[in-house]
């Protein structure tokens, strides 16, 4: 299945080969291709090439082409402050400055910033024909509020007939920025009404419920599909909107995703999103994500269910974090080994791996899923099989499966972040990604030389010569250095004519030649009291 | 490092209220009354456009930092994702004693909560306390209408009732009676411009007016180290019996400063949740539509654990 058989698989709640993704990707697309909200959003090129980048960085199934919720209501007339890391905000209200609804003409596709989306959308559907793709319209009840102001509230309290009027008005936008996107090749309407989230069922019903199910009529009767998306806290209306027989519900992190999937799937209408964009998307890292991701998959289950973020991405989002979303979702290893990590947190028992590596052979650790099960982990563990020989005696490798707990706890000991991992005496080394042989061998026999290295360097001895004066030592020093040099060897010599120093070393007599051998035990960090005394005990 | 960013969070608190019901006002009191001697930051994220450019609060003269955030319709989570990189930046250049945000009317203040527990953020601020400014002409009948009102009553530590000169004494009644129900824990004080006595937000995050003194236990707390104040939030939609609910309470209740909330019990009934310092109080509450939602502050709590526990009962 390609991805937009996926997505229309997974909305009318028909079995899916995997959970499909789109990543709500708005301004963000700016970032990708480093333009600023402003410049991103004001160019139909800028748009076609950052939704290309979204689409070549996280291989979505679904994407939608322009998430600006400000479109309609700056054709109508409302102001708009344009920021650098943010869609523009909509500042002033025409319907609250002397400006009649009568005077507001439905939004041609030539007004506006409309000829440059449709003209992305077109072009971005010639390119990507198996990419689902989604058109934003923004909710009548929002586009109200754009046109009003927030003194709407106070409106349908005091002036009811008034506010139906302005959001059937709104209504009919949204059925003719409906019809644009499905011509200019959308498979998926999205009505994006997050200001419903502020009231309650019984208001919705009073003022959302028709115009947002004739919209979806209207949707359903051009063959398209349909979603309604709400962010914020409106888990009051979720059954509402229901009853407004979109195709789709989308939401965001402020409601649980299992109260939706239950009430979605009641009234046979799959659901999406969840992944919380602030807190992970934004401000976690790649781990985060792809639990977050692994939660949300675990909660909706694989039937209607599609996976995407629970808003506009924030701007500066790091690619990496739903790069780790779009791995995971196409990889079935990652999904099963984010379901083994699932206790990661619960990891008390730190080993304390500060000293790991520090014996003669080298120790080659592979952190796996499994490597019977896994070909990622198989190919990882024969690749180290297979340049074991050329090391015998040198090297010692095993494979730790982290399906066991002492796994687990040794690779969070390790600070393993993703498997499969090699780590060379204790450093990560190849994560995720299998190295070719003379790589490999590479890396091991670059931890050979430096082994060699600090054990040349921490071993060094002493020739003290005593005397009781300059004259008595110079005596001594021509057999001493003679000796040397016929070993070839690498000794200091240190001249030592104090008595009381000699005394000490219980020289009582003069000449005398002492030898004192020595090894580095500890550099850089106060060692142990433990292991000091074991150091001691080897000098007895 | 600055040492007062490195072991001492900044106390974040939180200024809610529907539109016009007073926030900048009760932002001008907090600039009169502490901005001589302490470096204040306040973040403004207002909806209407009444108050452009801060100019209300430029007014009174005083010294503080002053952060507008969007300018323009904000009403999305992921809109908060300027709030938080702003956020950091003002914590870090400015250093303020305390940050307060004045929120959108139509902000949820629990999305903001979990913001604050983000790890670039928790070691520099924790939200310290919440008030929610109610215009007591209006709150009746736009209660009903606005469901976000609900949800900011929900999660204040003090409703202050404003504009009480202009409604009938009846009127007010009635209002406090249904933000008691609301919100049994709340603190309530009826005002009339936002004149209301402000604690010493500085004192220590024990004063919070509504902490009872069990000075033993904040001793306890205290004496345990640096003040590595942490946030943690469960939200979730499974209920718990009230047996278990008071036994994960007393798990974490004498470790804690502060647990608050409202908890969905397998009853099929609500109770509203305070903890201060070992001493808890559940009192039941109207049923509502919300999911559970349990905020805690604490030294070195984990939010993770925190959500685990509570979980770990359903």
């Given at each position: 299945?390609?991805?937009?058989?996926?997505?229309?698989?997974?909305?009318?709640?028909?079995?899916?080969?995997?959970?499909?993704?789109?990543?709500?990707?708005?301004?963000?697309?700016?970032?990708?291709?480093?333009?600023?909200?402003?410049?991103?959003?004001?160019?139909?090129?800028?748009?076609?090439?950052?939704?290309?980048?979204?689409?070549?960085?996280?291989?979505?199934?679904?994407?939608?082409?322009?998430?600006?919720?400000?479109?309609?209501?700056?054709?109508?007339?409302?102001?708009?402050?344009?920021?650098?890391?943010?869609?523009?905000?909509?500042?002033?209200?025409?319907?609250?400055?002397?400006?009649?609804?009568?005077?507001?003409?439905?939004?041609?596709?030539?007004?506006?910033?409309?000829?440059?989306?449709?003209?992305?959308?077109?072009?971005?559907?010639?390119?990507?024909?198996?990419?689902?793709?989604?058109?934003?319209?923004?909710?009548?009840?929002?586009?109200?509020?754009?046109?009003?102001?927030?003194?709407?509230?106070?409106?349908?309290?005091?002036?009811?007939?008034?506010?139906?009027?302005?959001?059937?008005?709104?209504?009919?936008?949204?059925?003719?920025?409906?019809?644009?996107?499905?011509?200019?090749?959308?498979?998926?309407?999205?009505?994006?009404?997050?200001?419903?989230?502020?009231?309650?069922?019984?208001?919705?019903?009073?003022?959302?419920?028709?115009?947002?199910?004739?919209?979806?009529?209207?949707?359903?009767?051009?063959?398209?599909?349909?979603?309604?998306?709400?962010?914020?806290?409106?888990?009051?209306?979720?059954?509402?909107?229901?009853?407004?027989?979109?195709?789709?519900?989308?939401?965001?992190?402020?409601?649980?995703?299992?109260?939706?999937?239950?009430?979605?799937?009641?009234?046979?209408?799959?659901?999406?999103?969840?992944?919380?964009?602030?807190?992970?998307?934004?401000?976690?890292?790649?781990?985060?994500?792809?639990?977050?991701?692994?939660?949300?998959?675990?909660?909706?289950?694989?039937?209607?269910?599609?996976?995407?973020?629970?808003?506009?991405?924030?701007?500066?989002?790091?690619?990496?974090?739903?790069?780790?979303?779009?791995?995971?979702?196409?990889?079935?290893?990652?999904?099963?080994?984010?379901?083994?990590?699932?206790?990661?947190?619960?990891?008390?028992?730190?080993?304390?791996?500060?000293?790991?590596?520090?014996?003669?052979?080298?120790?080659?650790?592979?952190?796996?899923?499994?490597?019977?099960?896994?070909?990622?982990?198989?190919?990882?563990?024969?690749?180290?099989?297979?340049?074991?020989?050329?090391?015998?005696?040198?090297?010692?490798?095993?494979?730790?499966?982290?399906?066991?707990?002492?796994?687990?706890?040794?690779?969070?000991?390790?600070?393993?972040?993703?498997?499969?991992?090699?780590?060379?005496?204790?450093?990560?080394?190849?994560?995720?990604?299998?190295?070719?042989?003379?790589?490999?061998?590479?890396?091991?026999?670059?931890?050979?030389?430096?082994?060699?290295?600090?054990?040349?360097?921490?071993?060094?001895?002493?020739?003290?010569?005593?005397?009781?004066?300059?004259?008595?030592?110079?005596?001594?020093?021509?057999?001493?250095?003679?000796?040397?040099?016929?070993?070839?060897?690498?000794?200091?010599?240190?001249?030592?004519?104090?008595?009381?120093?000699?005394?000490?070393?219980?020289?009582?007599?003069?000449?005398?030649?002492?030898?004192?051998?020595?090894?580095?035990?500890?550099?850089?960090?106060?060692?142990?009291?433990?292991?000091?005394?074991?150091?001691?005990?080897?000098?007895? | 490092?600055?040492?007062?960013?490195?072991?001492?969070?900044?106390?974040?608190?939180?200024?809610?209220?529907?539109?016009?019901?007073?926030?900048?006002?009760?932002?001008?009191?907090?600039?009169?009354?502490?901005?001589?001697?302490?470096?204040?930051?306040?973040?403004?994220?207002?909806?209407?456009?009444?108050?452009?450019?801060?100019?209300?609060?430029?007014?009174?003269?005083?010294?503080?930092?002053?952060?507008?955030?969007?300018?323009?319709?904000?009403?999305?989570?992921?809109?908060?994702?300027?709030?938080?990189?702003?956020?950091?930046?003002?914590?870090?250049?400015?250093?303020?004693?305390?940050?307060?945000?004045?929120?959108?009317?139509?902000?949820?203040?629990?999305?903001?909560?979990?913001?604050?527990?983000?790890?670039?953020?928790?070691?520099?601020?924790?939200?310290?306390?919440?008030?929610?400014?109610?215009?007591?002409?209006?709150?009746?009948?736009?209660?009903?209408?606005?469901?976000?009102?609900?949800?900011?009553?929900?999660?204040?530590?003090?409703?202050?009732?404003?504009?009480?000169?202009?409604?009938?004494?009846?009127?007010?009644?009635?209002?406090?009676?249904?933000?008691?129900?609301?919100?049994?824990?709340?603190?309530?004080?009826?005002?009339?411009?936002?004149?209301?006595?402000?604690?010493?937000?500085?004192?220590?995050?024990?004063?919070?007016?509504?902490?009872?003194?069990?000075?033993?236990?904040?001793?306890?707390?205290?004496?345990?180290?640096?003040?590595?104040?942490?946030?943690?939030?469960?939200?979730?939609?499974?209920?718990?019996?009230?047996?278990?609910?008071?036994?994960?309470?007393?798990?974490?209740?004498?470790?804690?400063?502060?647990?608050?909330?409202?908890?969905?019990?397998?009853?099929?009934?609500?109770?509203?949740?305070?903890?201060?310092?070992?001493?808890?109080?559940?009192?039941?509450?109207?049923?509502?539509?919300?999911?559970?939602?349990?905020?805690?502050?604490?030294?070195?709590?984990?939010?993770r654990v925190f959500s685990n526990a509570f979980e770990s009962f359903l």
């Amino acid at each position: 299945m390609n991805g937009n058989e996926l997505i229309q698989a997974a909305i009318k709640l028909q079995k899916v080969d995997r959970i499909p993704w789109v990543p709500f990707v708005g301004c963000h697309a700016g970032y990708l291709i480093q333009v600023n909200a402003k410049e991103y959003f004001q160019s139909e090129e800028n748009i076609v090439n950052g939704v290309k980048a979204a689409i070549s960085h996280y291989t979505p199934d679904g994407i939608p082409i322009v998430f600006d919720l400000q479109v309609e209501a700056e054709i109508l007339g409302c102001d708009l402050i344009w920021a650098d890391e943010n869609p523009p905000a909509v500042s002033s209200h025409p319907l609250a400055e002397n400006i009649s609804l009568d005077d507001l003409q439905i939004p041609r596709a030539t007004d506006g910033r409309l000829p440059l989306i449709l003209g992305a959308t077109r072009t971005i559907r010639k390119e990507y024909p198996d990419i689902a793709l989604y058109g934003l319209i923004t909710g009548p009840f929002t586009l109200a509020l754009h046109l009003f102001g927030s003194g709407i509230f106070m409106k349908m309290y005091n002036d009811e007939a008034f506010v139906k009027r302005l959001i059937s008005f709104c209504t009919k936008v949204c059925f003719a920025m409906s019809g644009y996107y499905i011509e200019a090749g959308c498979d998926v309407i999205a009505m994006v009404d997050p200001m419903t989230s502020q009231i309650g069922p019984d208001h919705f019903k009073q003022f959302v419920t028709k115009p947002a199910t004739d919209i979806f009529d209207h949707i359903r009767d051009k063959k398209c599909l349909s979603s309604f998306f709400v962010c914020g806290n409106a888990q009051q209306n979720i059954e509402v909107m229901c009853e407004c027989r979109p195709d789709n519900i989308s939401i965001d992190e402020n409601i649980p995703l299992d109260f939706v999937k239950e009430i979605c799937l009641k009234h046979q209408i799959s659901f999406g999103g969840n992944l919380q964009l602030t807190v992970v998307l934004l401000l976690g890292d790649e781990d985060d994500a792809v639990r977050n991701a692994h939660e949300c998959m675990k909660i909706a289950g694989d039937t209607g269910f599609i996976l995407a973020p629970g808003c506009d991405l924030p701007y500066a989002t790091p690619a990496e974090n739903i790069k780790a979303i779009s791995e995971y979702i196409h990889d079935p290893y990652q999904l099963e080994i984010a379901q083994t990590l699932e206790g990661h947190e619960k990891v008390q028992d730190i080993l304390d791996m500060s000293d790991y590596g520090r014996s003669d052979k080298i120790i080659i650790d592979i952190i796996t899923l499994d490597s019977e099960s896994c070909p990622p982990c198989q190919y990882m563990v024969e690749s180290v099989k297979e340049v074991a020989p050329a090391f015998e005696n040198i090297i010692t490798w095993r494979e730790h499966k982290i399906k066991h707990r002492e796994s687990l706890t040794f690779m969070t000991s390790l600070m393993v972040k993703n498997i499969p991992t090699i780590c060379i005496d204790g450093q990560i080394t190849f994560v995720s990604r299998n190295p070719p042989r003379e790589e490999l061998i590479a890396a091991i026999q670059k931890r050979i030389f430096e082994k060699l290295n600090h054990k040349i360097r921490s071993k060094k001895g002493t020739l003290l010569i005593f005397g009781k004066d300059e004259e008595q030592c110079n005596n001594v020093k021509p057999e001493v250095e003679r000796a040397l040099r016929e070993l070839g060897t690498d000794v200091d010599i240190e001249y030592i004519t104090d008595e009381k120093e000699a005394l000490s070393y219980g020289i009582t007599s003069t000449p005398a030649v002492v030898t004192a051998k020595y090894s580095t035990k500890s550099e850089g960090f106060v060692p142990s009291i433990p292991a000091i005394k074991e150091w001691i005990k080897e000098l007895q | 490092m600055d040492q007062r960013t490195a072991i001492k969070p900044v106390p974040f608190f939180l200024v809610t209220g529907f539109l016009g019901s007073g926030k900048t006002t009760l932002l001008k009191r907090f600039i009169e009354t502490y901005a001589d001697g302490k470096k204040l930051a306040i973040i403004q994220n207002e909806f209407a456009d009444i108050n452009v450019d801060g100019r209300e609060l430029k007014a009174t003269g005083k010294s503080f930092e002053l952060l507008e955030i969007n300018k323009g319709s904000v009403f999305c989570v992921c809109l908060l994702s300027d709030f938080t990189s702003s956020l950091i930046d003002l914590l870090d250049t400015c250093q303020p004693d305390a940050v307060i945000l004045e929120a959108t009317g139509l902000a949820d203040p629990i999305a903001i909560g979990q913001l604050l527990m983000a790890d670039r953020l928790k070691m520099k601020t924790y939200l310290s306390h919440v008030w929610c400014i109610i215009d007591t002409t209006s709150f009746l009948p736009m209660e009903t209408l606005v469901t976000r009102m609900v949800h900011q009553v929900r999660i204040a530590d003090s409703v202050v009732l404003n504009k009480t000169d202009q409604s009938s004494a009846e009127e007010t009644q009635q209002v406090e009676k249904r933000i008691t129900m609301i919100n049994p824990h709340a603190e309530i004080t009826r005002t009339k411009y936002c004149d209301i006595d402000l604690f010493d937000i500085f004192k220590e995050i024990t004063a919070t007016s509504n902490s009872p003194t069990n000075t033993n236990n904040i001793n306890h707390l205290i004496s345990s180290g640096p003040p590595n104040i942490f946030s943690a939030v469960v939200r979730t939609t499974g209920n718990i019996a009230r047996k278990d609910l008071e036994q994960f309470l007393s798990q974490y209740e004498m470790n804690t400063y502060r647990i608050k909330g409202y908890v969905n019990l397998s009853d099929n009934s609500s109770v509203s949740v305070q903890s201060c310092f070992g001493k808890t109080k559940i009192l039941s509450v109207e049923k509502s539509m919300s999911p559970t939602e349990l905020i805690a502050l604490g030294p070195n709590l984990d939010h993770r654990v925190f959500s685990n526990a509570f979980e770990s009962f359903l």
